[in-house]
């Protein structure tokens, strides 16, 4: 069984990611499982014939350059690909970068 890893670092706070990754499964019909882990909150999916595992994790804020008043919020997402094909892994980031796409910001 082959195993992939990915990591995306994201430039929204965590509050943002849960429901558009949500709302990804829910649209794309991925049954999931969600499980809390401290700050960390762990999903899996079946995504074609095997299984995705998907860890979002938040991020420090960190101070914008422009303007120290301003927290820049992050969260990284580190992805384990098992048993999924390259085709499956290639529609499954498209989804998940029309997921997180800023549409007029």
Same mark, same amino acid.
């Given at each position: 069984? /082959?195993? /992939?890893?990915?990591?995306?670092?994201?430039?929204?706070?965590?509050?943002?990611?849960?429901p *558009?990754?949500?709302?990804?499964?829910r649209? !794309?019909?991925? /049954? !999931?499982?969600?499980?809390? %882990?401290?700050?960390?909150?762990? !999903? *899996?999916?079946?995504? $074609?014939? $095997?299984?995705?595992?998907?860890?979002?994790?938040?991020?420090?804020?960190? *101070?914008?350059? +422009? %303007?120290?008043?301003?927290?820049?919020? *992050? /969260?990284?997402?580190?992805?384990?690909y098992? $048993?999924? %094909? %390259?085709?499956?892994?290639?529609? +499954?980031?498209?989804?998940?970068?029309?997921? +997180?796409?800023?549409?007029?910001?």
């Amino acid at each position: 069984m /082959t195993e /992939t890893t990915m990591e995306w670092n994201v430039a929204f706070s965590p509050d943002e990611v849960i429901p *558009r990754l949500e709302n990804l499964f829910r649209q !794309y019909d991925h /049954t !999931y499982t969600q499980e809390d %882990s401290g700050a960390d909150r762990h !999903y *899996r999916t079946a995504l $074609g014939q $095997g299984t995705l595992e998907l860890v979002m994790h938040p991020l420090e804020p960190k *101070r914008s350059p +422009f %303007s120290q008043s301003i927290l820049i919020q *992050r /969260t990284l997402l580190h992805m384990t690909y098992k $048993g999924v %094909s %390259s085709a499956d892994q290639a529609r +499954f980031k498209h989804q998940l970068t029309m997921a +997180f796409l800023r549409v007029g910001g």
